[in-house]
């Protein structure tokens, strides 16, 4: 009976090493649960300070920058137009350019071939 006794001793150890592994397991879960959440808080506080700041950097600049963008967005579309313009204007050109190198054929064989095929023949 000591043979049985001893592995019932070892039987309950097993079962209690892996209660204690299984309680670890979820402690370390937890604890990394709640660095996520101190790390999430950590961030989202830099996040805005870091918006303050440049929010009071934008304003001591000269305010909300809608004059510049007003500035930008005109200069875009004056840009846009200008090339609108030089398309419409030479895609005439570009088209004719194209048609002329398609259509344009060569009917004169290369000197190159001529002794290619010379040399090939034997004459």
Same mark, same amino acid.
């Given at each position: 009976? @000591?043979?049985?006794?001893?592995?019932?001793?070892?039987?309950?150890?097993?079962?209690?090493?892996?209660?204690?592994?299984?309680?670890?397991?979820?402690?370390?879960g937890?604890?990394?649960?709640?660095?996520?959440t101190?790390?999430?808080?950590?961030?989202?506080?830099?996040?805005?300070?870091?918006?303050?700041?440049?929010?009071?950097?934008?304003?001591?600049?000269?305010?909300?920058?809608?004059?510049?963008?007003?500035?930008?967005?005109?200069?875009? @579309?004056? @840009?846009?137009?200008?090339?609108?313009?030089?398309?419409?204007?030479?895609?005439?050109?570009?088209?004719?350019?194209?048609?002329?190198?398609?259509?344009?054929?060569?009917?004169?064989?290369?000197?190159?071939?001529?002794?290619?095929?010379?040399?090939?023949?034997?004459k």
């Amino acid at each position: 009976m @000591n043979s049985g006794s001893g592995i019932q001793e070892l039987m309950a150890a097993e079962t209690r090493a892996s209660q204690i592994v299984a309680e670890a397991r979820i402690a370390r879960g937890d604890r990394m649960k709640q660095a996520q959440t101190d790390a999430d808080e950590l961030i989202a506080a830099y996040r805005l300070e870091q918006q303050d700041a440049f929010d009071k950097a934008t304003n001591a600049s000269g305010g909300s920058g809608g004059d510049a963008s007003a500035k930008l967005q005109a200069e875009t @579309n004056k @840009n846009i137009q200008a090339m609108q313009g030089q398309f419409t204007k030479n895609a005439q050109k570009a088209v004719d350019v194209l048609l002329s190198k398609c259509c344009e054929v060569s009917l004169e064989v290369p000197t190159a071939r001529i002794r290619s095929t010379q040399k090939l023949y034997g004459k």
